[in-house]
């Protein structure tokens, strides 16, 4: 039987790559995703090993409480620098230096920054000691004078900068003017992700690139003999309170925990993109080998004739999906090996550079792409294949050979009561109930039409095919042949409904939340001016107090963000100007003192202060970054600071002093400065100001009311973009099944292709019907996504409008018409290839098979 | 060897000009039709015989240009078929040729009255309309327009095949095996639209078949054998037909 499986195969390529294709473009992209990624984490990996090879221990400030994640780098408190002196006292330690981390942008002619992009540039301290240096000069020599310093290659090779030449550096409290002593790079070898930095002497560099004069660690060599475990162990004993120290080898591990981490939602991200286009993939697996068992009906019924049992004529089907899918699955793995070495170039050309690119490719990529790529194809084929066991010998002896539209009565009711389901939670979310519940709403009424697909499909395909009754005879036939079989119909509509339902739904939801942010940026953002850090935080607290001296600046406050431990929970919490922020933004209403808030002190919204039956007057014990347990007395509670905080949970507000005093020089950095002018001052006076102050952080902008509106619907259409280009993938695949539908059907179509042709029916005529049909089966699946993407995002959006007053629901009508568009291109494409074995149908081959 | 000479024809409406179709090539070619000279008379019910094999069909193929010679010609009226672009072949089926086959002979999803005007709405252009009337009426289908080809009998189903084949008006009518599908009763209903087309309104129907029954019908009959014409008889009757197949050998 497995012959008979494997000539099945061989005897329908066309079927067969089209199906391994549809898989392998999942799997691909599955496998492509760890490829890169395993291969980023990887030559990562080695460079910290590398790098931090000859360091014995690391003496750091200790979280006292797990922050991460989402919320960026771990939030360690600095050091004090003179604490390097009593660990190089330490009984073993051979040498103790000071590791300094902080911001430091290279300018360029233009003053702006020369690293732009993803890439992080930092500022370090170069020390003198081999081992614990972990960059190497290439050139030039070690900086020694307080205005000394060593950049990196690529940055130096960027602008043609040389030993010797001036440059100007921009740093958390503004610029400063260096000389290029030397240029070096990471480790021995590779450059750390194409991050740029400049190194400067120890004491220059604790100057130059912190705000507080303190350090971010102290690295340690220790004697001869003298193991990491033993030097961390007599080490531990002189540090204070709220300060650890890890081996040499444990401290690289968390560098590669904290890359790996990152990358890791980068992985997820990806992955579950890949899933989409899998389950895309396994629609039209079902769909298809539906339509081929069906086909085969006869063939499968003169096997039982002969004798071949059940299990058999089920063991073959299955081992016909197996190899397709094995096959399929390898074919991914190959082209996903093949995309993440494409990736890793594009990764490197927008400034990511990876110091290796040989692909990595784990043994768990394989298996999994194997497996994954193979379960999906046999379970796909599952059903249809107990449907072909099931076939009755007698119906080898039968005429119609043809699968005959069945709908049960069952599928009915299962498919009324799961759409009902869905509908039922989408107008929970629509009343303002639960998200998830809302979102459980989407895959109800998704899985619902699914299942009542055959019953809805020939009312649809009549509407939507009315307007081919236009284009004769051809769409008329395409239109009645896409409702024929409104199994089949449905079940080819299925794939490309699941890609653009998701699109639909990103595209709504994202739309109604950027519109909901302009709208909110309208109302409740009284500043005149914004100015804004971009990607890397470059904002130094420094310009606040710049600004705040201006006669122009009537109120300027910047906005930090941070965590903070509140009675146990660690919470989100913004470091603002107190006096200023009032003025700067409208909180609605805030009851207390917020102007006069102290650094003792603490704000928070309305609903946070409700549920936690808060007033003002209430201490807070809360633990600071830094490890510091004191105490913070609510002093104002405002009823929505969303206009600040721009997410929907709770948060808090602190005096940007409890940032000063308490958080690591990484998080001193503000997110945004907003200025409101002084009375009688015009926007393009204050403009002319508030940019000459921010000369000083030349990565920044300074951008008014409309230009913020502007920068976040540009940034919706790159995410957007980028978004759909990745889901276009699972467009692909539903236009791949639409193809292979179609092919089958032409084949299934023969002698009607024939008789057609025979009675005077032009290539054109044939080719025409098969792409109306096309289109149609396109605009089926098309049309019922933008429709429950739609309403799932109304649904989705509703219920979070409650704790967002400005959000309502956006409907993007050209983003509709624009699918619909080219839905009718899908359509028309996936027709070329059956348009044209129908049209090329040799006449008397077609009338005269048997 | 020279064919037999065609009967003297004052009309011709289709004829075949040394026509050869063969497979293969030299010592191992395969002769479907060997030199074949035929003429196909207007307003005549002409038959075509022969065992399996002989090339009937072949002929009838490239008589109604669905299958191209190897050498030699079919002219339809004046008109060379092997001169024809696909497309214009294809518009000389849709408006001078009609067409009746074995079976299958109807699109599924277009109702009996659809089927009927597939050939006019192809070239988008109407029907005319009293005419059809008369030729539904002619094959009794009034009640049976709106049906599709699954709610009809075989014999329905023929009926519309043949309804279709008429409803052109076409030059002449190609049918191959019509019969071939279905029961005796039918068989006689069918062939007696067909003398009918002829007889009423000088129809030329050109009519493949291996019975003899259905062939005297028809009011000449063409014997082949092995690609060439090898007799042919007027105003066959069944026992005629027979006789002649077997001293044929057929």
């Known amino acids: ?850 | 060897m020279p064919n037999a000479a065609p009967a003297p024809a004052t009309n011709v409406i289709a004829r075949a000009e040394e026509a050869s179709k063969y497979y293969g090539r030299g010592d191992t070619a395969v002769w479907a039709l060997a030199e074949v000279d035929v003429e196909i008379e207007a307003g005549r019910f002409t038959a075509v015989m022969g065992p399996s094999g002989s090339g009937k069909s072949t002929l009838m193929h490239c008589l109604a240009g669905l299958d191209t010679l190897s050498s030699g010609r079919v002219l339809i009226g004046d008109t060379d078929l092997s001169t024809l672009s696909d497309k214009q072949l294809t518009l000389l089926r849709r408006t001078r040729v009609g067409f009746i086959f074995q079976a299958y002979n109807l699109i599924p999803t277009l109702t009996a009255a659809e089927n009927i005007a597939l050939p006019s709405t192809l070239g988008g252009g109407t029907t005319d309309q009293a005419w059809f009337d008369r030729v539904v009426a002619t094959v009794g289908l009034r009640d049976r327009l709106d049906h599709r080809p699954s709610e009809l009998s075989g014999g329905q189903q023929q009926r519309v095949a043949v309804a279709r084949a008429l409803a052109q008006r076409p030059d002449i009518v190609f049918a191959d095996e019509p019969t071939g599908n279905l029961d005796s009763r039918a068989s006689a209903e069918i062939l007696g639209f067909m003398q009918a087309a002829v007889r009423d309104v000088d129809q030329t129907i050109v009519m493949v078949t291996h019975e003899p029954s259905a062939a005297a019908y028809a009011d000449k009959v063409l014997f082949l054998a092995d690609g060439r014409i090898v007799d042919q008889m007027d105003g066959p009757t069944e026992d005629t037909v027979l006789d002649r197949l077997k001293s044929l050998g057929g």
Request: hydrophobic share 50%.
């Open chain 1, 1 to 850: 039987m497995l012959k008979v499986a494997l000539k099945n195969l061989l005897g329908h390529k066309f079927r067969t790559v089209l199906t391994a294709i549809a898989i392998a473009l999942g799997v691909g992209f599955m496998a492509g995703t760890f490829v890169l990624t395993d291969t980023i984490t990887k030559s990562f990996d080695e460079l910290f090993s590398e790098a931090g090879a000859g360091i014995d221990a690391v003496v750091q400030g200790k979280a006292p409480f797990e922050t991460g994640g989402l919320e960026g780098p771990e939030q360690r408190p600095d050091v004090d620098p003179s604490l390097t002196e009593a660990v190089r006292g330490v009984d073993g330690v051979a040498d103790a230096r000071p590791t300094v981390a902080g911001i430091a942008f290279v300018l360029g002619d233009d003053d702006k920054p020369l690293t732009q992009g993803a890439a992080p540039s930092f500022g370090a301290n170069w020390t003198g000691i081999p081992g614990i240096d972990v960059f190497t000069i290439t050139s030039g020599e070690p900086p020694t004078a307080p205005t000394d310093a060593v950049i990196d290659e690529a940055t130096a090779d960027s602008a043609d900068i040389a030993v010797g030449d001036p440059i100007r550096v921009q740093t958390l409290s503004g610029t400063v003017d260096l000389t290029v002593s030397g240029i070096a790079r990471f480790g021995e070898t590779g450059n750390l992700g194409g991050a740029a930095f400049v190194l400067m002497d120890t004491p220059a560099a604790i100057d130059t690139f912190t705000t507080t004069g303190r350090i971010q660690g102290i690295a340690v060599i220790a004697d001869q003999g003298v193991t990491q475990d033993e030097i961390v162990s007599r080490i531990e004993p002189v540090l204070p309170d709220g300060v650890e120290v890890i081996s040499g080898d444990a401290s690289t591990q968390q560098s590669q925990d904290t890359v790996e981490q990152g990358i890791g939602f980068f992985r997820t991200f990806l992955t579950a993109i890949g899933v989409v286009s899998l389950a895309a993939g396994a629609f039209l697996i079902y769909n298809t080998f539906g339509i081929i068992i069906g086909q085969r009906t006869r063939e499968l019924a003169l096997l039982r004739a002969m004798g071949a049992s059940r299990r058999q004529v089920l063991t073959s089907v299955l081992a016909e999906s197996t190899v397709t899918g094995l096959l399929a699955s390898l074919l991914g793995l190959v082209g996903g090996i093949a995309l993440a070495t494409v990736m890793i170039s594009v990764v490197a050309a927008i400034g990511i550079e990876l110091p290796s690119t040989a692909p990595v490719l784990a043994v768990r990529t394989v298996v999994l792409s194997l497996l994954v790529g193979t379960v999906i194809t046999v379970f796909s084929s599952i059903l249809p294949a107990v449907r072909g066991s099931r076939v009755a010998p007698v119906a080898a002896l039968r005429d119609t050979a043809f699968e005959a539209p069945t709908r049960s009565l069952a599928r009915l009711v299962i498919g009324v009561v799961v759409a009902a389901i869905g509908v039922a939670g989408l107008v929970s979310g629509m009343n303002g109930g639960e998200v998830g519940v809302a979102a459980a709403g989407i895959v109800g009424l998704f899985a619902g039409v699914v299942i009542l697909g055959p019953f809805i499909v020939p009312g649809i395909v009549a509407v939507v095919g009315a307007p081919l009754r236009l284009a004769g005879i051809a769409g008329t036939l395409g239109r009645d042949n896409a409702r024929r079989n409104p199994k089949r119909s449905a079940g080819t509509a299925s794939a490309l409904m699941l890609a653009v339902t998701i699109i639909t739904f990103i595209a709504v939801t994202t739309l109604s939340f950027t519109a909901s942010f302009n709208a909110a940026t309208d109302r409740y953002l009284k500043a005149d001016l914004e100015i804004s850090s971009g990607v890397q935080h470059t904002l130094g607290p420094a310009l606040v107090d710049s600004l705040a001296a201006q006669p122009e600046v009537g109120a300027v406050t910047g906005v930090q963000r941070g965590q903070i431990q509140i009675n146990d929970a660690v919470r989100p919490v913004y470091g603002v100007t107190p006096s200023a922020v009032e003025q700067v933004f409208d909180l609605q209403g805030v009851e207390g003192d917020l102007a006069g808030m102290g650094p003792d002190e603490i704000a928070l919204d309305r609903a946070t202060a409700e549920i936690a039956v808060w007033g003002i007057g209430k201490e807070l014990s809360v633990v600071m970054p830094d490890g510091t347990a004191t105490t913070l007395t609510v002093a104002a509670i405002y009823e929505d600071g969303g206009i600040v905080a721009q997410n929907s949970d709770g948060h808090y507000m602190v005096s940007n002093e409890v940032f000063e005093q308490y958080f690591g020089a990484d998080f001193q950095t503000l997110l945004r400065i907003d200025v409101k002018g002084a009375e009688g001052v015009d926007l393009e006076q204050l403009r002319t100001v508030v940019e000459d102050q921010a000369n000083e952080f030349p990565a920044a902008t300074v951008r008014d009311r409309e230009q913020i509106k502007d920068d976040s619907n540009q940034q919706l259409l790159v995410a957007l973009g980028f978004l759909f280009v990745l889901l276009g993938l699972a467009l692909v695949i539903g236009a791949l099944g639409v193809t292979i539908t179609l092919a089958l059907s032409v084949f299934e179509r023969t002698r009607e292709i024939g008789l057609l042709r025979a009675v005077g029916a032009t290539r054109a005529q044939m080719a025409g019907s098969i792409c109306a049909e096309s289109v149609v089966l396109t605009l089926l699946g098309t049309l019922l996504g933008l429709a429950i993407g739609i309403v799932g995002a109304i649904s989705v959006v509703q219920s979070q409008a409650s704790s967002i007053d400005t959000l309502t629901v956006s409907i993007p009508v050209l983003f509709i018409v624009g699918v619909v568009v080219i839905a009718v291109g899908i359509g028309v494409v996936a027709s070329l290839v059956p348009g044209w074995r129908a049209a090329r149908m040799n006449v008397l081959d077609a009338v005269t098979v048997e």
